[in-house]
């Protein structure tokens, strides 16, 4: 599927010209984040307090670049550009990380944890609307490789040791969650074909406003449930 | 060999606690300089101008990055502690990474490839006088993995676009030369072990003071010959 070279033909869901274009944006989206993470993470690695730390992270940089290939071949078969369809989503990333630049090493690890967990959620609300092979490649893609674990016990660990370091993290959290809405918002608002994906079509289920709604409460208890699972009041 | 997690037994080469030291300093000094490598190619990739080369930079970082796990295992059968070992030759990567910070993208790729290519004839010669197993996990963990190519063909085109770059980037990789033979001599002079290593012991060969300033002619030659491959003066 995501590794054949095949184009995908114009039949099935993908004869829509709108949901063809639509399915080419998210997956730019998935993959311009990826190498997003892949910066991202990078930076963070400067600030481990440890050489075993940093190598934790350089290796979570790694498995993100790792998952960019599938998206690029698959974009590629839909006869997208894939860089020119990935770069058209950096200003919404790098506007979002110039917002959130972490001043340590604490505020690092909460942004990888807070800020992939939406991310994920948020695909995985939207995979729901998705051709079956287009689905499979998302959430293969937004599979987590240990990266949560790693920053719950890290994160815990540190609270432990200096329990100030939760009041300070717990007002991050929320200011990672604000910087995230708006720019997803911005994203999917300037993009007509996300817009209609979320929206639906003639043959495509999708949400209604009430049923928008109700996916941001979701979105936003499971980043209650993170913040919680971090030791932290949200 | 390099994945067991059978200690090393105290026999053969590795009875001579000397050369089980230097074989634990030498392994630190690669893997440090990959991690080190990682870390130069992830700010490199920030100076591509195209996201496509950005991402052929991120994913040489991710490969220098591999290659770290079976060093770490290695040094653990040594019985060495593998960050605390890595960790001391920070200091003298980070010296030569601070004198030679690229100042973009033209003077970061042929950084990339003098740079390592340096090293990887460095490690080659002295890995001639170690036990087959060292000498393979050293040999397999140098191997370029497609760094040098992508480079070549992007700086000689460069250069073809605008030819005064040719002048500028001279110059440049006589300083990397200057500052990595500066710095490796510094390393190795700290160190007795590598310095043993080098000069060989009762029942090693090793290089006598004559074959040392050899070493160096064919490293120097094996630069020269790089450089031209860049199309560069040297």
């Not at 690695?45 to 290939?69: C, N, R, T, Y």
Request: aromatic fraction near 8%; hydrophobic fraction near 45%; proline fraction near 4%.
């Amino acid at each position: 599927m995501s590794a054949s070279t095949e184009p995908v033909p114009h039949e099935g869901a993908f004869a829509d010209p709108i949901y063809r274009e639509a399915v080419a944006d998210l997956l730019a989206a998935v993959g311009y984040g990826e190498i997003s993470a892949f910066e991202r993470l990078a930076e963070d690695a400067k600030l481990a307090p440890s050489l075993e730390d940093k190598l934790v992270l350089a290796a979570f940089a790694s498995q993100q670049i790792a998952k960019v290939g599938p998206i690029r071949a698959r974009l590629v078969n839909l006869g997208a550009d894939p860089f020119a369809a990935m770069e058209s989503f950096r200003s919404g990333f790098d506007a979002f990380h110039a917002h959130t630049a972490p001043s340590d090493w604490w505020e690092g690890l909460v942004k990888v944890y807070v800020g992939d967990g939406l991310a994920n959620d948020f695909y995985r609300e939207i995979a729901a609307f998705l051709d079956p092979g287009t689905r499979d490649l998302v959430l293969t893609t937004l599979e987590d490789t240990g990266q949560a674990e790693f920053v719950v016990e890290r994160v815990l660990a540190g609270i432990a040791a200096d329990p100030r370091l939760g009041g300070r993290l717990a007002l991050w959290g929320r200011r990672l969650m604000g910087e995230a809405l708006t720019q997803a918002q911005r994203v999917v608002a300037d993009r007509d074909s996300l817009a209609g994906l979320l929206a639906g079509g003639v043959d495509m289920p999708g949400f209604d406003l009430a049923a928008i709604g109700r996916m941001f409460t979701r979105l936003t208890e499971r980043h209650a449930e993170r913040m919680t699972g971090l030791g932290l009041e949200h």
